[in-house]
C-alpha cells in the first residue's frame, strides 16, 4: 500500500504532462518600434542641393566631414569689382540633433571704383553651431537653427586695417514633396555687423530664399532658387541702405559615398540702392555670384 506521500507524488506525475499541455505556449515579446527623433530620416537630403540655400540636416553624433567653399561676387557701381573668398570649415555632430561647424576665411577683392585703385585683403574665423528642431518624418519638414558667429580682419589698399565681427541667425526649413525626386527648402537670414575700428559701425542683413531641388539620376540634384536680401545700416530693420532680389541655378553631385561637389550661379534681378539712381542694387550687393563647394565625410 502506497504511503499518502508517496501516491501524491505519483499522481503529480502522471498529470504534469497533461497540465503543461493545457498551458498557453510563451511568446517572445513583441520588438519594440524604432524610435524617431527629428534627427532621425527614413530619407536624407543633402544640405547642399539646394544652391546658395542650405537644407536642414545636421551631422549624425561621432561623424565628421570636411569642405572647402569657394564664394565669388563680381559687378559693382562706377568701376570693376571681382572679390574672392574661400572658406575652410570641419563639421562634427557633437550630440544627437547638434552640429558644430568652425571654419576658417580667407579673400581677396580686386577693385577700382570711380577711378580709384580700391584692393583689399581679408582673414577670419568662426563657427556655425546647428541644432534640429523638427524632423520630416515627424513633423512634414524639416526645422533647424543655426547661431554663426565671426570676425573678419581687412588689410584693404591704402588704409589702416580694421577688423569686422558678424553674427548669423539662422533657420533653415526643408520638405519632400516628391519622395526621391523633388524637393524644397525656405532659409531665413539676419546677418549683425559691426565694423571698426571703434567707434564700430553697425549695419545688418536679412536675407529670405527659396528652391526646388530635383534628383534627375541617383546622387545628382538640379535646382533653382529665389532670394531677397535688404541691406540697413543699423542692426535692426530701419534705416534702409538698399535691397536685391536673385534668382539662378544650381547643380549638386554626390560622386561616390563620402565625396560631393556642388556649385551655383545667382545674378540680381532687381533691386535698389537708397538715394541711387538705377533698377538694380550694385552698391550694397555684387550684380553676380558664384559658389563652388566640394566636401567630404570620414
Not at 526645422?143 to 553674427?167: E, H, K
Not at 524644397?184 to 575700428?197: C, E, I, K, Q, V
Request: proline share 6%.
Amino acid at each position: 500500500m502506497l504511503k499518502p506521500t508517496a501516491f501524491a507524488l505519483a499522481a503529480a506525475s502522471l498529470l504534469s504532462p497533461a497540465l503543461a499541455a493545457d498551458l498557453p505556449s510563451r511568446k517572445g515579446a513583441p520588438a519594440a518600434p524604432p524610435v524617431l527623433s527629428a534627427c532621425s530620416e527614413s530619407e536624407g537630403i543633402p544640405t547642399d542641393a539646394f544652391g546658395f540655400t542650405t537644407g536642414s540636416d545636421v551631422a549624425d553624433p561621432g561623424s565628421f566631414g570636411a569642405s572647402l567653399t569657394y564664394n565669388g561676387g563680381f559687378g559693382v557701381r562706377d568701376g570693376r569689382q571681382a572679390a574672392h573668398g574661400l572658406q575652410l570649415q570641419g563639421s562634427y555632430g557633437l550630440f544627437p540633433c547638434f552640429e558644430i561647424g568652425p571654419y576658417l576665411l580667407g579673400g581677396y577683392t580686386d577693385a577700382t571704383i570711380a577711378d580709384t585703385k580700391a584692393d583689399s585683403r581679408s582673414a577670419g574665423a568662426g563657427v556655425e553651431m546647428k541644432y534640429r528642431l523638427l524632423g520630416r518624418d515627424l513633423h512634414g519638414i524639416g526645422l533647424t537653427v543655426i547661431v554663426d558667429p565671426s570676425f573678419n580682419r581687412t588689410d584693404p589698399t591704402g588704409a589702416g586695417n580694421f577688423t569686422t565681427y558678424n553674427t548669423g541667425l539662422r533657420i533653415f526649413a526643408d520638405k519632400t514633396l516628391v519622395p526621391g525626386k523633388l524637393y524644397a527648402a525656405l532659409n531665413l537670414s539676419h546677418d549683425l555687423t559691426w565694423t571698426g575700428p571703434s567707434p564700430y559701425l553697425r549695419s545688418s542683413t536679412f536675407t529670405v530664399g527659396g528652391s526646388l531641388a530635383w534628383q534627375v539620376l541617383d546622387g545628382l540634384y538640379l535646382s533653382g532658387e529665389v532670394r531677397h536680401q535688404r541691406r540697413h545700416n543699423e542692426l535692426g530693420f530701419g534705416k534702409e541702405a538698399g535691397y536685391a532680389t536673385f534668382a539662378g541655378p544650381g547643380i549638386f553631385w554626390q560622386a561616390t559615398k563620402q565625396f560631393a561637389i556642388s556649385a551655383a550661379y545667382n545674378v540680381q534681378i532687381a533691386g535698389k540702392a537708397k538715394g541711387v539712381p538705377g533698377d538694380l542694387d550694385v552698391t550694397n550687393f555684387s550684380q553676380h555670384l558664384v559658389k563652388v563647394k566640394a566636401a567630404y565625410s570620414f
